[in-house]
């Protein structure tokens, strides 16, 4: 099934030019070999309104996944989840769990992780790490699940 991708990198940092988007490249290259194709990719800050109206623009050109990348930490500028959550129809909590669940084999501040997945319209949602491997890696321990849940969404018939 072909996937229209978005791509959100989320840093004050980066929007502001002090240092090169690494999670945006990173998730394009791994969305990519999933066999999904990028439409659309966006660097905001963090902030709430930015990162709704860039969820919403991916949606608006077809997305029906977008990734985000950063915000999903503890530190108290990272607001990825809020925003998400406040458009929202339904959030779907395995997927954290399974990021989280999974992160942890690798390192003990996973658990620190507020990584989640939700559907907004009829797009899914999925917000990563900010940091490119991070960010990569937990893509990979969900990515079998997103072409059903894309397809459920899309009310596509699905071989799954």
Same mark, same amino acid.
């Not at 690494?22 to 800050?45: I, K």
């Not at 999903?72 to 990825?80: E, I, K, M, N, P």
């Not at 797009?123 to 997103?146: M, N, Q, R």
């Not at 849940?149 to 009310?155: G, R």
């Given at each position: 099934?072909?996937?229209d991708v978005?791509?959100?990198? @989320?840093s %004050?940092?980066?929007?502001? =030019?002090?240092y %090169?988007d690494?999670? =945006?490249?990173a998730?394009?290259t791994?969305?990519q /070999?999933q066999?999904w194709r990028?439409v659309g990719?966006s660097?905001?800050p963090d902030e709430k309104? %930015?990162i709704?109206r860039a969820?919403?623009e991916?949606?608006?050109q077809?997305c029906?996944l977008?990734?985000t #990348? =950063?915000? #999903?930490?503890?530190?108290?500028? %990272?607001? #990825?989840?809020?925003a998400?959550?406040?458009?929202a @129809?339904?959030?779907?909590p395995g997927?954290g769990?399974?990021m989280?669940?999974?992160?942890? *084999?690798? #390192?003990?501040?996973?658990?620190?992780?507020?990584c989640?997945?939700a559907?907004?319209?009829?797009s899914?949602?999925v917000c990563?790490?900010?940091?490119p491997?991070?960010a990569?890696? +937990?893509? =990979?321990?969900?990515? *079998? /699940?997103?072409?059903h +849940?894309?397809?459920?969404?899309?009310e596509i018939?699905?071989? +799954?």
């Amino acid at each position: 099934m072909q996937i229209d991708v978005g791509i959100i990198t @989320i840093s %004050d940092r980066a929007s502001k =030019g002090l240092y %090169d988007d690494l999670g =945006g490249p990173a998730l394009r290259t791994a969305a990519q /070999a999933q066999g999904w194709r990028v439409v659309g990719e966006s660097l905001v800050p963090d902030e709430k309104r %930015d990162i709704q109206r860039a969820i919403r623009e991916h949606i608006a050109q077809g997305c029906q996944l977008i990734l985000t #990348t =950063g915000g #999903t930490g503890v530190a108290l500028r %990272d607001v #990825t989840p809020e925003a998400v959550r406040e458009i929202a @129809i339904r959030e779907l909590p395995g997927f954290g769990e399974a990021m989280r669940m999974e992160s942890l *084999k690798i #390192t003990p501040n996973a658990i620190l992780s507020r990584c989640l997945a939700a559907v907004v319209e009829r797009s899914l949602v999925v917000c990563l790490p900010g940091k490119p491997s991070g960010a990569t890696e +937990c893509l =990979g321990f969900v990515a *079998k /699940a997103i072409p059903h +849940c894309v397809s459920v969404l899309n009310e596509i018939p699905s071989s +799954c």
